[in-house]
């Protein structure tokens, strides 16, 4: 069913403020903690990659949620934004990884499965938003869940990021 007003800004508030603060909480943390070991993942492709992907992502997160919260917008406009910043973080996702493999980066780190999780969050959020573009509510429910699980990826990411780290310290 298509309506004029899908998107009821007051009905999605709560999940962006959460979400977009958690966002960039999650950034802070993995930039500092990247800035203590910078060494360590300035000489490692695999960690260097990854923790530009890491960084990418949150801040996607992040931007996504704070968009969304500017006042005055329908269902196009948070469609829209939702569809440049995902397929922005998706290009710098994929990127990342192949620069990673083609500079020799750690087979064991760099996952398939990982890579293919990662897309996949992405892929649903830039359908989602364009279905919301379209002017169907459900494309916010799927562009959400994909923007969800992706967090819980990243989250992933950055702790693998660090453990790699650590390895590699421990190794010096």
Not at 142 to 165: E, F, R
């Amino acid at each position: 069913m298509i309506a004029t007003d899908i998107y009821k800004p007051a009905e999605w508030h709560d999940f962006f403020l959460v979400t977009g603060g958690g966002a960039a909480a999650l950034a802070g943390l993995v930039f500092v903690a990247m800035s203590i070991n910078l060494d360590v993942v300035a000489q490692n492709a695999t960690h260097r990659y990854r923790a530009i992907n890491m960084l990418t992502g949150f801040t996607a997160a992040f931007m996504i949620c704070a968009l969304a919260l500017m006042g005055g917008q329908g269902h196009q406009a948070v469609g829209t934004e939702w569809l440049v910043v995902a397929t922005a973080a998706a290009v710098i996702y994929v990127h990342n990884y192949v620069q990673a493999a083609k500079q020799g980066g750690s087979k064991t780190a760099l996952r398939p499965d990982r890579l293919a999780g990662g897309v996949t969050c992405y892929v649903a959020e830039i359908v989602g938003a364009v279905v919301l573009i379209l002017g169907y509510v459900a494309g916010l429910y799927v562009a959400a869940v994909g923007l969800i699980i992706s967090l819980a990826l990243l989250i992933s990411g950055a702790w693998l990021l660090l453990v790699a780290v650590n390895e590699d310290r421990s190794l010096q």
